[in-house]
């Protein structure tokens, strides 16, 4: 019998002792309890366990982010901007809906303003991008040699311009070279890439903040992506009169990103439980676990959300709603940008790829031609069983989301009385409820999954190792790769 069958045996065994716990919380199963009575009886186990030569964890962090301008109006000093970079040609991307919009207007018309500053316009950006859709964002890019890059639309639009922008440098790579292993080879960024301002029109996706970039792999059903600090904007122009015009569907999807963004961030595994340690500095990656600088920005992100985002479903032309949700999607980004996401995040790309294939749901307010399920609620699909289930990890900072939820404090006896065990439970409650209030799907079922669907997502969360690796419970777990835990959580989010 090998070690991986002899503990999975155990596991076996372990849960079906704890699997009549019951949770006094209504609607929530015993998710957090099996975990926790589980993860004990691991401890217990390992104690006895054959020696093994320990693998060196981490022991710094780094700190990377876009410089940022926030304020209303500031698109119209990209011209001057890109003038004072000592631009020779600018590649603009956007796509055909933002091209037709106020925010695009205004950078064109600050572009056009500076003698001697050429450019053109990539207009073809997919509302969450595809393989293939990159592919031809980058032939066009190679195709003009751009010395700069500027993004005006949402996060598709900035991560397509990253990626053109990366591989103008990296003229003879194929995209896959850099995309994250083990579904491409994760090869590291050493050259300089060309400096790119990003110019977001939604408050969600912070990718003006980060070096990330994500698309879809169709051939796979899945999601991933390239995360690496070289592909961050120099400049993110976070003007907050480019909301505007964003339907309350688009607000409400792009804030639940900001959401989990924080709440992932603040909840991953401590950077110093990551492994390997990296060899050498350029292979420390951006996600990197949570650490004290990006705390501070997760948790002002969780808060602000909590509170501006259910202004923004009732009435999409509150100013200061909006204002503050674009400063919270940047924040979350310096959060997550510098610490990463988990589960939330990595089952969404099979939730959001395998649609097109399987229900070919398509969420309202969305205009496209194809079916969508909008990542912001992908992520969303998951949230209350996933903090049940890492609640047992972290039962302080958990505590913590939780009285943000419940609009309270820490020291609040309503928050104080709840036992560690129970915590999950009251913290499922209490997302499904904010979940609720802003019409989010209730559940997998709700955009057309069902039980016999749950395999299929699984297999396509288990390649995301870039974020499970950061997940409390499977990443900080020497051997874990989370398919048991994946599977309870994904049929525990089935409805809600």
């Known amino acids: 019998m090998t070690v991986a069958t002899t503990r999975n045996s155990i596991l076996r065994l372990i849960n079906l002792t ?92 600050s572009l056009q303003s500076q003698e ?167 292979l420390r990656p951006a996600y990197q676990g949570s650490n004290p600088v990006a705390d501070i920005f997760s948790m002002w992100a969780l808060r602000t959300t909590v509170k501006y985002l259910p202004r923004i479903a009732k009435d999409s032309t509150d100013h200061e709603a909006r204002s503050q949700m674009l400063l919270a999607a940047s924040f979350a980004g310096i959060g997550f940008g510098n610490a990463g996401v988990h589960l939330c995040h990595g089952m969404s790309y099979p939730i959001s790829g395998l649609n097109k294939k399987g229900p070919k749901y398509k969420h309202p307010g969305y205009q496209v031609d194809h079916p969508i399920i909008p990542h912001g609620v992908s992520v969303a699909l998951t949230g209350p069983a996933v903090f049940q289930f890492t609640a047992p990890s972290s039962p302080d900072r958990h505590r913590e989301a939780l009285a943000i939820f419940n609009n309270t404090t820490v020291t609040d006896p309503s928050v104080t009385s709840i036992p560690d065990s129970e915590l999950g439970c009251y913290l499922y409650e209490s997302i499904a409820r904010f979940l609720d209030g802003l019409g989010v799907p209730r559940g997998l079922k709700a955009v057309g999954y069902t039980k016999d669907d749950i395999p299929a997502l699984v297999e396509g969360t288990i390649p995301q190792r870039r974020v499970l690796d950061l997940a409390p419970n499977i990443g900080n777990v020497v051997g874990e790769d989370g398919r048991e835990h994946l599977t309870r959580i994904m049929e525990a989010s089935l409805e809600y």
Not at 35 to 47: C, F, I, P, S, T
Not at 184 to 194: M, T
Not at 247 to 276: K, N, Q
């Open 18 to 109: 704890a699997q009549h716990s019951a949770c006094p919380c209504h609607r929530c199963s015993s998710l957090s309890h099996t975990h926790a009575h589980g993860a004990a009886a691991l401890n217990q186990l390992r104690q006895f366990a054959t020696p093994v030569h320990a693998v060196q964890k981490e022991y710094a962090f780094e700190v990377a982010a876009s410089n940022l301008r926030f304020g209303e109006g500031v698109t119209r000093e990209v011209g001057m901007d890109l003038k004072n970079m000592k631009a020779r040609k600018v590649g603009v991307f956007t796509d055909p809906i933002v091209g037709k919009l106020k925010p695009m207007a205004v950078a064109l018309e």
């Open 116 to 282: 001697d500053l050429p450019f053109e316009i990539y207009d073809q950006v997919v509302a969450e991008p595809t393989e293939e859709s990159w592919r031809n964002a980058i032939d066009w890019a190679r195709l003009h040699d751009f010395s700069h890059f500027l993004a005006i639309g949402g996060g598709s639009v900035i991560d397509t311009a990253k990626t053109a922008n990366l591989f103008t440098v990296y003229k003879d790579n194929d995209l896959m070279d850099f995309v994250n292993a083990p579904v491409g080879k994760g090869l590291p960024i050493s050259q300089s890439l060309r400096p790119l301002i990003a110019v977001p029109t939604t408050a969600g996706t912070g990718s003006e903040t980060t070096g990330a970039a994500i698309f879809d792999v169709t051939s796979r059903s899945f999601k991933t992506g390239i995360a690496n600090r070289a592909l961050k904007p120099v400049l993110g122009v976070v003007d907050t009169a480019n909301t505007e015009s964003c339907p309350a569907e688009l607000h409400i999807s792009a804030g639940l990103d900001v959401l989990f963004h924080s709440l992932e961030s603040y909840t991953a595994i401590p950077y110093t439980e990551r492994t390997p340690r990296p060899a050498n500095p350029i």
